[in-house]
């Protein structure tokens, strides 16, 4: 008794633990410290050969209040956020189908991942021969770089359901498409959730590819023009953009994960915000 007593003395005398910092001042002072030595070092480098963040401020503002930066974002936006929906609303059922069904696994599983391992660059100047050089070309390089990822993700998903919910839905007698929507979809959220995360990157890239190797315009004429010119710190200000727009799409999906697969912060066992 006296051991115990002297334990929970000890315990009572610790100093408490000092609370986390949270991950956005983490990553605020990760920012400030990038930007501080990028300031430092990049004013050092032949403007030719490299820029620094005021720089690229200063050639922020110039594109912002005459207007191009904003023409050139929305003629970006239009075929990513076309081609990048599509390829969401198309990619998701798609995996479910192949992973749900084995049929479908065995007919159309193999054209899946030998179109992820293909390199789809090399089909833009076929998709230029079918559709031109306009906005239809750009949707269609946007969705279906977009597509496999979200695809296959969703895909493995499915396989990954445990055999054990899919076994307590046959025991109620519930039919194959119950089972999927029921039982499947919620279990495979978090890989639909991972996988369209995942397409946001090769989407922004698709968009920029699109612009450079068909009719020039958006962001990527911003990039090509500016660098024809050695205009290094306009070069940048669309480089960034597109970086922050894909950050801000990727905190966008995961705001949408916590709304409808709130279970997986706590599956995990660890504070997601």
Known sequence: ???????????????????????????????????????????????????????????????????????????????????????????????????????????????????????????????????????????????????????????LGVVAVPKTLIEVGKSFVAHDIVILRRIVLPATLPYIMAGIRLAVGRAVVAMVIAEFFTTISGLGAVIINSANNFDTATMFVPIILLMLMAVGLNWLIGFVERIVAPWQAEIAGRDRE
């Open 1 to 155: 008794m006296v051991d115990i007593a002297n334990r929970q003395e000890k315990a009572a005398a610790a100093p408490e633990t000092p609370e986390r910092l949270p991950g956005w001042v983490i990553t605020l002072a990760s920012i400030a410290v990038v930007v501080t030595l990028w300031e430092i070092f990049g004013r050092r480098v032949n403007p030719v050969f490299g820029s620094y963040p005021s720089a690229i401020a200063q050639a922020f503002w110039e594109l912002a209040i005459t207007g191009q930066l904003w023409s050139a974002l929305y003629d970006s936006l239009r075929p990513f956020l076309l081609g990048y929906a599509l390829a969401i609303l198309i990619g998701v059922p798609l995996g479910l189908l192949i992973g749900g069904f084995r049929v479908a696994e065995a007919a159309l599983g193999i054209y899946v991942t030998a179109g992820y391992a293909m390199p789809l660059v090399a089909l833009v100047p076929l998709l230029i021969l079918w559709l031109g050089l306009g906005f239809a070309v750009k949707v269609a390089i946007v969705f279906l770089m977009a597509l496999f990822p979200i695809c296959i993700n969703t895909w």
